[in-house]
């Protein structure tokens, strides 16, 4: 295995790498650990650990970013190869109770913290949930994997056997990107400084935010995304984002007020990885805000106008800025820049969206669902992520728990989304309804 993943150069770790890992350092409660994942429920029989163990074994060669492990500071920051060992990193959990009890044990594992010169990832077999099925959950450190990287590792583990260069979970982008013009630079660059300025809406000195987490789960049919997204004449990332932005405008009109009547900054994860570096150790994403539509409003006419908002996500030129700023700028000019959005005042809840476009499953085993978990840093409110996954939509919601109300905002959120999808008939559920949404940019900060 060594051989086949300790031998290739992979760019050095990124200024958003070093901050992921960074981040949680100053943390109060592990509840702020950078710590992303997801749980597959699977029906079936509970396969026996040393199989699930010889399984991921004979994967892992297609997977350098779990070989790796991040080491140093500023220009001595380096990726160093360390083997893997499937006895060490794949376990099993018994979990009595049903689903509550299930997700309280992933809220326990998601708070455990990450072995010493091991590479900062595991999967855990939980059974005894239910009596005709199982769970996979599958984390690992942010530092080092973001969303598309997980959406890869789980498709290389429980997906088709086929390398993991062919994944459908990235946009097929050629491996050498172009320099964008200097007209879109500038463009680009009014967009990036417009969205700069600081707002101050997470920094109440009567609400001081914390570092523990609620986390809650919705899921939803994806073909109410698409419902939604048709009648509104708008993408599902869209959608998506305007029942956040209803949900949380709703909640805040009571709970907190400086954030009732103004944009609601969204820091969004652009994913930018190329068709080469779909499973390399690191971030491949720039953290860019946009300002959704704020204050009181019918939930239809915050979605008409929420694509105006996210437009430059959409736009290949934009893109393409991105990835040179994330692959051109010198590290010492790009470290400044992701501490200053990062910096208090500036800091704000992320939502990130994920497709899973092939159906996963274990031997005869079909995975039914996914449920993604996010993490959220201190110093944010909130962080939400969306996975599409064989025509259903999960959405994990980190709340903090500083946050009066807070745990409101899930229910909101489906409410909203509701309300979006009365206007329009559902469509047929099929291969095609996730295809479709993959036209929506982003991934998990994670």
């Not at 890992?21 to 026996?48: C, F, K, M, Q, Y």
């Not at 080092?144 to 997980?150: F, I, K, N």
């Not at 909203?416 to 929506?440: D, M, Q, R, Y």
């Amino acid at each position: 295995m060594k051989g086949m993943t300790g031998m290739r150069a992979f760019r050095a770790p990124s200024a958003a790498d070093l901050f992921l890992r960074d981040v949680e350092l100053g943390a109060e409660d592990p509840d702020a650990a950078s710590t992303i994942g997801a749980v597959l429920h699977v029906t079936g029989a509970v396969p026996r650990l040393s199989d699930l163990q010889e399984y991921v074994g004979a994967r892992l060669f297609r997977l350098p970013c779990l070989a790796h492990i991040l080491r140093g500071d500023g220009r001595q920051a380096r990726w160093v190869h360390v083997d893997p060992d499937p006895a060490r990193h794949v376990g099993a959990r018994r979990v009595a109770g049903g689903p509550d009890a299930l997700q309280a044990a992933v809220r326990d594992l998601v708070r455990e913290p990450w072995p010493q010169a091991v590479p900062p990832w595991r999967l855990v077999l939980l059974h005894g949930h239910e009596p005709d099925g199982y769970a996979l959950l599958y984390l690992t450190h942010h530092a080092v994997q973001d969303g598309a990287t997980v959406a890869a590792v789980l498709e290389a583990f429980f997906g088709p056997d086929a390398p993991s260069a062919q994944s459908t979970t990235v946009s097929r982008t050629a491996s050498a990107v172009p320099r964008p013009p200097l007209r879109q630079v500038m463009r680009s660059g009014k967009v990036l400084l417009r969205h700069a300025r600081k707002h101050h809406l997470w920094t109440s000195p009567s609400q001081p935010l914390s570092c523990r987490r609620r986390t809650v789960w919705v899921q939803v049919p994806v073909a109410r995304l698409k419902t939604a997204a048709r009648a509104g004449d708008a993408s599902i990332n869209d959608v998506y984002l305007a029942a956040l932005g209803h949900a949380i405008a709703g909640w805040a009109s009571s709970a907190w007020p400086r954030a009732a009547e103004t944009p609601l900054p969204v820091m969004i994860p652009v994913d930018l990885r190329t068709a080469d570096e779909v499973a390399v150790p690191g971030n491949r994403l720039f953290l860019t805000r946009v300002d959704l539509p704020g204050g009181a409003m019918p939930v239809a006419r915050r979605l008409a106008r929420t694509p105006a908002a996210t437009e430059a996500l959409k736009l290949p030129g934009h893109r393409a800025v991105l990835r040179a700023a994330l692959t051109r700028l010198p590290a010492w000019l790009l470290k400044p820049l992701v501490k200053v959005s990062t910096a208090r005042g500036r800091l704000t809840l992320a939502a990130s969206f994920l497709v899973m476009r092939k159906r996963l499953r274990y031997d005869d085993a079909v995975v039914d669902r996914i449920d993604p978990v996010m993490c959220c840093p201190p110093g944010a409110p909130l962080a939400v992520v969306m996975l599409l996954h064989a025509g259903e939509a999960s959405v994990c919601f980190r709340i903090d728990e500083a946050l009066p109300g807070g745990e409101s905002l899930p229910a909101r959120w489906r409410q909203a989304l509701e309300e979006l999808s009365e206007s329009g008939e559902p469509p047929s559920v099929g291969p095609g309804a996730v295809a479709a949404a993959t036209a929506a940019p982003g991934s998990p900060v994670q």
